[in-house]
Nanobody, 123 residues
Framework: QVQLVESGGGSAQPGESLTLSCTVS?????MAWFRQAPGKEREVVAA????????HYASSVQDRFTISRDIVKKTLSLQMNNLKPEDTAMYYC???????????????????WGQGTQVTVSS
């Protein structure tokens, strides 16, 4: 059973930074961060491809968030800078067994999910 465990969520004021981490119990293919705000659908925040480390970001977080991955340590991170109130959501780490990059931005492409960590941005 593949397990993903997130940490690092919490509260922040607008303009501040937070870092999310996800530890995976085994090696996986593509990995991503998704988020879901109350009343909204789950959306991709950022995804990263194994091998060449190619990344994809949602336009709303481009240039503010950075996804990274340590293959050896089996960890996934999301550095979130210049946080905005609209970033408030439950953030989920996701991984799949086989990666088709064209589908890596869709929740349906992922086989394994963490339990989520809450990020709240308010003044």
């Amino acid at each position: 059973q593949v397990q993903l465990v997130e940490s690092g969520g919490g509260s922040a004021q607008p303009g501040e930074s937070l870092t999310l981490s996800c530890t995976v119990s085994t090696h996986t293919a593509c990995m991503a961060w998704f988020r879901q705000a109350p009343g909204k659908e789950r959306e991709v925040v950022a995804a990263i491809r194994p091998g060449d480390g190619a990344t994809h970001y949602a336009s709303s977080v481009q240039d503010r968030f950075t996804i990274s991955r340590d293959i050896v340590k089996k960890t996934l991170s999301l550095q979130m800078n210049n946080l905005k109130p609209e970033d408030t959501a439950m953030y989920y780490c996701a991984a799949n067994r086989a990666c088709v990059w064209a589908n890596a931005f869709k929740a349906q492409a992922y086989d394994y999910w963490g339990q989520g960590t809450q990020v709240t941005v308010s003044s």
